[in-house]
């Protein structure tokens, strides 16, 4: 099970890169600058100050001479030149041309080129559109041939780079992760191409205890994250967020231990339909519990325990101010829940074929019913029983 707050967690996350964005100030690292950027721009980039701020400093440094003095730097600009695409700002003409060239001009053989460094590579492949055929051909000639050695996170950051030249179909080895570089770059992987979230979320819940996000907080025990590390992850968990994953929520939300039992394995293997038309089973066999009747079916059996009627007591009653107007509109209310529940919940997936339109459902919509289902299980438990008499009691049964 995933045991993490997704939303307080980005929260943590943001103020860490936050911080190593002020500490640029002391000590400029367009390397790093570059990946705070790519951070903080999977937030919505309208509106985002710190991104705004951070990216003007990027766009004055790329301009410097100075910038191509180092090698190093090529992965910065490139990323910083991809950013002023997606921000709409105008950047100064002929650096794509430069890079190009410099990028040309590095020897992938030197252990000590940017062309070895993964995390150097992704941030040039962010800005693809800038190369000419050369350029991404030896690009891609250097993917290929990293991502068949190495850690298992810098396989995969090779791999991420092709699918950022234009390789679609480009896939991440399928070993076991080592620690907890290798757990953090397939969730990102997960979490940006497309993958089994969940599992490498329960891997990362797993190992969570075993990292620190900044020196000043770590134990002696606990790795520290870099910042490409803190990156990946912000975006991540900002993907996840947005983009929950269904089995995530279903795990975490506290679902009646019958609806739980009967939708589980239906709704962890995609049959959505089946997980709610057992659910609304579960609901209907409760009202039976609780009521003592057999005999009717699903609407009828909610209108005769739940409805108020002239002059009569409802056998299942959802609070006891039913002489007052709000407690009569409550009771009403329920009741309608429950009747609406069987009538667009229940019967359409037991009369229609699974792949008709009107009962299909994906994993949000599932959802979303059988938490309406979890609420009127929990007010049917928690609902008094109106007394009848022996004689009434047999009859109605």
Known sequence: MVSIDFRQYKVELRKILLVRKESLEIEWDPFLAAWICY????????????????????????????????????????????????????????IASKLNKVVLRLDANDKW????????????????????????????????????????????????????????????????????GDIITMVWWAERYGGDKNDLWIKFSNIKENISLDEESASDTQRILSVPEIAMLYEAVTKETINPDPIILFENFPLHERIRKLAEDHFKNGKYVAAVFEATKALNEKIQERSGILDKSEVNLVQFTMNLGKGKQPLIRFNDELRKRSGRNEQIGVENIFEGVFKAFRNPKGHEPEDKKMVQLDPYEALEQLIIINYLMKRLIKASLEKRTQKSDKRNQ
């Open 113 to 180: 080129s940017p062309l070895s460094d993964p995390e150097q590579v992704y941030l040039l492949a962010l800005g693809s559109k800038l190369f000419d055929t050369n350029t991404l051909d030896y690009l891609k000639s250097i993917a290929h041939k990293e991502m068949r050695q190495g850690l298992l996170r810098k396989r995969i950051l090779y791999v991420a780079a092709l699918r950022e030249l234009g390789e679609g179909s480009a896939v991440i080895p399928q070993d076991d992760p080592q620690d907890a």
């Open 39 to 94: 951070a903080l721009s999977t937030d919505n980039t309208q509106n985002n100050c710190s991104l705004a701020e951070l990216c003007e400093k990027m766009v004055k440094w790329i301009e410097e001479d100075t910038v191509w003095e180092m090698d190093r730097n090529v992965g910065a600009v490139a990323a910083t030149l991809q950013l002023c695409n997606k921000l709409e700002r105008k950047k100064k003409s002929g």
